[in-house]
């Protein structure tokens, strides 16, 4: 049975980093593109990062550029997402998620929630001191 994995959450004080992992089982993730979205009550999954599969390009939520960094091991069928110098604002759950893009509609489309069929259970990061 194909599925998602996350694991890496936790709590954190502010300044501090975790690394999410995501073990994708029994997906083609050599042509999947692979991304993180976070979720809080009561707010719609904000999209945090994608990667692209066919040629690696990232793409990031603005409030995050600088401080995560995405990453992928197709070897490993697992992706990654190092969050660095972490906020209080990005206490969230954490979601991982694949599927199948055209080409053509990653940069505009690949941090939209409604392209992605496939997700992981969500891992807590809180931020607090």
């Known amino acids: 049975q194909a599925q998602l994995v996350e694991s890496g959450g936790g709590l954190v004080q502010p300044g501090g980093s975790l690394n999410l992992s995501c073990v994708a089982s029994r997906f083609p993730l050599e042509v999947y593109e692979v991304a993180w979205f976070r979720q809080v009550p009561g707010n719609e999954r904000e999209g945090v990062s994608c990667m692209s599969s066919e040629d690696g390009a990232t793409y990031y939520l603005d409030s995050v550029k600088g401080r995560f960094i995405a990453s992928r091991d197709n070897g490993k069928a697992t992706f990654y997402l190092q969050m660095n110098n972490l906020k209080p604002e990005d206490t969230a759950t954490y979601f991982c998620?694949?599927?199948?893009?055209?080409?053509?509609?990653?940069?505009?489309?690949?941090?939209?929630?409604?392209?992605?069929?496939?997700w992981g259970q969500g891992t807590q990061v809180t931020v607090s001191s």
């Open positions: 998620a694949t599927d199948f893009i055209r080409p053509e509609n990653i940069a505009t489309m690949c941090l939209n929630a409604h392209e992605y069929e496939y």
